[in-house]
């Protein structure tokens, strides 16, 4: 399996994200125990552009658990490329966009599997 530029091998695994789950260290836990990519948990695009603090915390990723995905939610364009300019400044080796969180909170507001309800 590749995507983009890297190979993975034949049955990669992978670590789910997981909100307030998937901190550094269980991520790093999980690379140690054979885990082939990780993932952070989904980071709030809206709260990053406002530079909230605990959120821009959960951009921080280490070069011992590469590769690692950055993921990122949101509900509109503009502040969703916003937050994508601020996750590349990370360097995560992938940005990955939720578009499955089928969580009240987070759907109804027309956040991850929320957006799919309207595709223009
Ligand atoms: C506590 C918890 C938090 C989760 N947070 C996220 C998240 O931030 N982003 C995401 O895409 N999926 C999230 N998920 C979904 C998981 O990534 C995964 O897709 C789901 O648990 C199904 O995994 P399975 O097919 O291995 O059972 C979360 C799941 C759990 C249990």
Redesign the pocket.
């Known amino acids: 399996m590749k995507i983009a530029n890297i190979e993975f091998g034949k049955y990669p695994i992978f670590l789910?994200?997981?909100?307030?789950?998937t901190d550094a260290a269980f991520r790093l836990l999980c690379k140690r125990f054979g885990v082939d990519m990780v993932y952070t948990?989904?980071v709030s695009s809206d709260a990053l552009i406002r530079d909230i603090n605990s959120t821009v915390r959960k951009l921080q990723v280490y070069d011992k658990e590469r590769p690692v995905a950055i993921?990122i939610y949101g509900n509109e364009v503009e502040p969703m490329v916003e937050a994508a300019k601020r996750v590349e400044l990370a360097k995560p080796d992938i940005l990955d966009i939720?578009f499955?969180?089928p969580v009240k909170k987070v759907a109804r507001k027309g956040c991850g599997a929320g957006m799919l309800q309207n595709i223009p």
């Not at 789910?16 to 789950?21: C, K, Q, R, S, Y």
Request: overall charge negative; proline content about 8%.
């Open positions: 789910a994200p997981m909100e307030d789950v948990e989904f993921q939720n499955g969180c």
